[in-house]
């Protein structure tokens, strides 16, 4: 029974762990161009596809009272972004959802824009993907019944 047990534990290994492709993952990147007044900002992904129909979240400057512009890319994964330059501060934007996202910290002063102040959020900073935290938990549920059912089986059949 026990041999059973391990077998079964053993091939389970095998299929979670042994039978694994690699991810055909990628990540989200935005570039950006000043033309005139106007930033454009490109969404794509590491592969080279452009991230078209993107949510886009444009957020104000703290204190200026305004709400937030909710609007997408283009097909071309473009949105132009002109700022009122009489509103000083950081403006956001915040491209993507879920798993594929970034956000831009865009300092706007009486002079415009200034492409080497723009902060980005890295990629590298925690993702939320679960996939592999997931996978662990099955295997550890998968491994911990074959240990725990040769015991059950002993009391509830004995």
């Not at 890319?73 to 009489?86: R, S």
């Not at 679960?130 to 938990?137: G, P, T, W």
Request: negative net charge; charged residues 15%; aromatic residues 12%.
């Amino acid at each position: 029974m026990m041999i059973k047990s391990f077998c079964i534990a053993l091939l389970c290994c095998f299929t979670l762990l042994g039978f694994a492709t690699p991810a055909l993952a990628h990540s989200l990147q935005t570039n950006f161009y000043l033309r005139g007044n106007i930033l454009e900002l490109q969404a794509s992904f590491s592969t080279g596809e452009v991230f078209a129909d993107a949510p886009v979240v444009i957020y104000p400057p703290s204190g200026s009272n305004l709400a937030p512009i909710e609007t997408q890319t283009n097909a071309e994964g473009v949105i132009e972004f002109a700022p009122d330059y009489t509103l000083a501060g950081d403006w956001g934007v915040e491209i993507g959802e879920e798993n594929h996202w970034d956000f831009l910290t865009i300092p706007v002063g009486s002079e415009g824009i200034d492409l080497n102040t723009i902060s980005q959020h890295h990629p590298d900073a925690p993702h939320r993907h679960y996939y592999v935290a997931q996978q662990i938990v099955v295997f550890l549920l998968v491994l911990g019944l074959a240990f725990v059912s040769p015991i059950l089986n002993r009391r509830l059949f004995q």
